[in-house]
């Protein structure tokens, strides 16, 4: 089955800094890629996604980069915002979508 | 409110007892997943209909669990004879796949606690 990594698990950066963060994927049939933000007790809500034949995509401060051949790709953040602030997660869709364990962001004000 | 709705929120059982849960998906999305999230982790597949048939099931589902979704609608998650390990939030999503619609649409979650 699919297996997801991502890194790192936790990030602070200061407000207005970039924030990256990085995944790696197993299943070369893997071919869409969403990202997932989760504030605390919330539901996760769909941030960006990108599927197989694109490789980068952007939505406001927000842009996703991947890599087919390497398997991996990764999260943006540019002007980060204390909004900002939530775990954020990964995952690979083979028709069931695999997540990576998470990274909790923090911006400081 | 048009997006996937889940009920009950929260739910605290006693060790043994059964439980239920109802997610009721994003009118027209033919697919229906569960997943299961524990602390400080990512949701887990656990198993997946297409309209009323179920297609997958992860091995995460013991024979302890079942799901149904008669109607192709609404679906339910039960639990027999609980666990403590059991205790979790069960997070259903829905997409229209039929549609080459790959966006995954998650609910608020069902917040279980075994004692």
């Known amino acids: 089955g699919e297996n997801v990594e991502q890194h790192p698990s936790t990030l602070s950066v200061q407000e207005g800094d970039s924030a990256v963060i990085k995944c790696t994927y197993s299943d070369s049939a893997s071919n869409y890629f969403p990202w997932y933000k989760q504030e605390l007790g919330k539901r996760p809500q769909l941030i960006i996604d990108i599927r197989s034949n694109v490789g980068e995509k952007k939505d406001q401060r927000i842009a996703v980069t991947l890599n087919k051949t390497a398997k991996h790709f990764s999260l943006h953040i540019t002007e980060t915002q204390p909004e900002d602030s939530a775990v954020y997660f990964c995952?690979?869709?083979?028709?069931?979508?695999?997540f990576g364990a998470g990274t909790t962001v923090t911006v400081r004000a | 409110d048009t997006g996937v709705s889940q009920n009950p929120r929260h739910k605290i059982t006693k060790r043994g007892q059964n439980v239920t849960f109802r997610c009721d998906p994003i009118s027209e999305h033919n697919r229906l997943y569960w997943y299961r999230q524990t602390l400080g982790q990512g949701p887990e597949f656990l198993t997946y209909?297409?309209?009323?048939?179920?297609?997958?099931k992860s091995r995460l589902l013991s024979d302890r669990f079942s799901a149904e979704r008669p109607k192709g609608s609404f679906s339910t998650l039960e639990i027999q004879r609980t666990e403590q390990g059991d205790s979790a939030m069960y997070l259903c999503?829905?997409?229209?796949?039929?549609?080459?619609?790959?966006?995954?649409?998650f609910g608020p979650g069902t917040r279980l606690t075994v004692t």
């Open positions: 999503a829905s997409s229209d796949r039929d549609r080459g619609q790959n966006e995954q649409y």
């Open positions: 995952a690979a869709d083979d028709y069931k979508l695999s």
């Open positions: 209909f297409q309209n009323e048939a179920q297609l997958e």
